[in-house]
């Protein structure tokens, strides 16, 4: 080997290691003081379509509506036992963002119960305006994930159970 080819090798192995190394940073923006964290509920502001969704609904599943953010609109059935929401593409809702971590929270079924469950995302998981570590999610209520709000609905034979219970 010659002295160009062993310089050639050493950058090469220079770009691998700071490839590596970037990999491992987290890159989720923070919100600024500006941003808007109010709490706002969204009342009964559904269309028809939101409204016969929910009803079709399967016993034991919940659904997500996203009600602001860059997929407003978007509607999400939760009819598993874990359900993991996040900016890795991976995940069962990715939201593309940078104000939303990779693995930024995960919902949980235990019977007929969700549970939202942060999982230590830079900019905080909130329920109904208030930041929570893990919270049970009541039927109309509103997630904010990132720069996302979504309101969540038990299905109909959800919400007979949990008031039976």
Same mark, same amino acid.
């Given at each position: 080997?010659?002295?160009? =080819?062993?310089?050639?090798? *050493?950058?090469? =192995?220079?770009?691998? !290691?700071?490839?590596?190394?970037?990999?491992?940073?987290?890159?989720?923006?923070? #919100?600024?003081?500006?941003?808007?964290?109010? #709490?706002?509920?969204?009342?009964?502001?559904?269309?028809?379509?939101?409204?016969?969704?929910?009803?079709? /609904?399967?016993? !034991?599943?919940?659904?997500? /509506? +996203? !009600?602001?953010?860059?997929?407003?609109?978007? *509607?999400?059935?939760?009819?598993?036992?874990?359900?993991?929401?996040?900016?890795?593409?991976?995940?069962?809702?990715?939201?593309?963002?940078?104000? +939303?971590? !990779?693995?930024?929270?995960? +919902?949980?079924?235990?019977?007929?119960? #969700?549970?939202?469950?942060?999982?230590?995302?830079?900019?905080?998981?909130?329920?109904?305006?208030?930041?929570?570590?893990?919270?049970?999610?009541?039927?109309?209520?509103? /997630? *904010?994930?990132?720069? #996302? *709000?979504?309101?969540?609905?038990?299905?109909?034979?959800?919400?007979?159970? +949990?008031?039976?219970?």
């Amino acid at each position: 080997m010659n002295g160009n =080819e062993t310089g050639a090798v *050493r950058g090469a =192995e220079d770009i691998r !290691r700071d490839a590596g190394a970037a990999r491992s940073v987290d890159t989720t923006q923070t #919100f600024g003081h500006d941003s808007d964290l109010s #709490f706002t509920p969204f009342g009964s502001d559904l269309t028809d379509a939101e409204l016969e969704a929910i009803a079709a /609904l399967p016993e !034991r599943a919940a659904l997500l /509506l +996203v !009600r602001s953010g860059p997929t407003a609109g978007a *509607r999400y059935l939760l009819d598993t036992d874990v359900t993991t929401i996040g900016r890795h593409p991976e995940a069962d809702i990715f939201f593309d963002d940078v104000t +939303v971590s !990779r693995r930024h929270a995960e +919902v949980t079924r235990t019977g007929g119960f #969700f549970e939202l469950v942060d999982q230590r995302s830079l900019n905080g998981t909130y329920v109904n305006g208030e930041r929570v570590d893990r919270a049970v999610l009541d039927d109309g209520a509103e /997630l *904010r994930i990132g720069k #996302f *709000r979504l309101n969540f609905f038990l299905s109909p034979a959800g919400r007979a159970a +949990v008031a039976g219970a």
